[in-house]
DNA sequence: GTAACGAATCGACAAACGTCGAAACAAGGG
DNA sequence: CCCTTGTTTCGACGTTTGTCGATTCGTTAC
């Protein structure tokens, strides 16, 4: 599929650095193009049905998980291909064709500066 | 504002047992009523604006904001409000009003939680 | 009182979103 | 070949969302 269009969260997934799209929330006030950024991913994860889809990937033996493997979360099979293909759009989620079947793996990098972001830091003095 | 909706994300904020509302993401699959919980809180940070309102209070000194302190956002007043009140809802911030001013503060049992929820687990051997 | 300021609500609107059925595409097996 | 199965794309529909201007509410100062 050459034509999708991946958001850069990550800049490498080269062995150290990492590199998330934005320091911890708490750290200083988000700029815009940070915030455009984030808000994406958490935008991805902000319905419902993506997120049993999130979750069934993420939690499935290997790490990946056929379509067909996490379907049965109570809508029609093209809408299930719509939250694949947004979750996939957003960065959190890879696919690959192998034979028949399509199978989908989670984008740990991307899960991680998402935990990141989140990360706590201990409040600023007055 | 007695008739605010506060979703129940975290069931109490004593002690210790922070209860959040889901396992990890990559723990097993979502239930309905698990995605359904924390979608909520995923989608609330899922606007780029949000996303900067609750940075500029998570950053603020003192760990609170007032409205006048982080309006410079590129959107209207209203606008700022209704956005303040939808992370109000989610669970994100807590308000007080003080004279004048109301102040936004973080809810950071909640976002514990949601840090938590994407915490990284070992691939699950095929 | 009334005026001024900060913040929330209201009403309206366009844009984005989630959903589906139908159709198209991909791969494998007769 | 054609048929079956798995997956994606297309088109359409109703709902939700983000935004604004106008208004209202709450508080303080005069």
């Known amino acids: 599929m050459p034509n999708s269009k991946v958001l850069p969260l990550v800049e490498s997934e080269a062995s ?11 750290e200083r006030p988000f700029t815009a193009q940070e ?3 984030a808000a994406r991913m958490f935008k991805a994860l902000g ?3 993506r997120l049993r889809l999130f979750s ?4 499935h033996e290997g790490g990946e998980a056929c379509v067909c493997d996490i379907s049965d979360v109570g809508v029609s ?15 959190l989620l890879t696919s690959e064709r192998r034979g028949t079947w399509v199978y989908y793996r989670v984008e740990s ?5 998402m935990g990141r972001l989140l990360a706590l830091t201990p409040v600023k003095a007055a």
């Open 109 to 113: 990098s991307v899960l991680a500066a």
């Open 35 to 37: 915030a455009e950024t």
């Open 56 to 59: 069934a990937v993420a939690s």
């Open 77 to 91: 099979q093209p809408t299930v291909s719509h939250h694949l293909k947004k979750l996939k759009d957003a960065g």
């Open 47 to 49: 319905d419902p049905v």
């Open 16 to 26: 150290e650095g990492v590199a998330p799209c934005c320091p911890p929330l708490t």
